[in-house]
Nanobody, 123 residues
């Protein structure tokens, strides 16, 4: 059974870059047909998709975040990572990594999830 675990700093200062890593066990991130996503849930708001990287390494991003977002992977470590640049307090959220069978922006279609990591943007 696949397991996902987010890691990274819990506090980031405004204007800096948020960097998170998802370590995957129990399944390779290069196996067809899986897509590996980052999502977040701000306080009091619905969970939203940030972007994903596919088994072939292709990426797709939420249009409103695209200019600030980069998702990459390290296949030797079976990890994928999120970088979100120029953060503001509005980027404060619980961040999740997840696996799905489709490259989709619908959070409900991701089947396997990490436990989530709280990231607060504050000076």
């Amino acid at each position: 059974q696949v397991q996902l675990q987010e890691s990274g700093p819990g506090l980031v200062k405004p204007s800096q870059t948020l960097s998170l890593t998802c370590t995957v066990s129990g399944g390779s991130i290069t196996i067809d047909p899986y897509y590996w996503a980052w999502l977040r849930q701000p306080p009091g708001k619905a969970r939203e998709w940030i972007g994903h990287i596919g088994y072939a390494g292709n990426t797709n991003y939420r249009p409103s975040l695209k200019s600030r977002t980069s998702i990459s992977r390290d296949t030797s470590k079976n990890q994928f990572s999120l970088q979100l640049k120029s953060v503001t307090p509005e980027d404060t959220a619980v961040y999740y990594c997840a696996r799905g069978n489709f490259g989709t922006s619908d959070a409900h279609l991701y089947n396997d999830w990490g436990q989530g990591i709280q990231v607060t943007v504050s000076s």
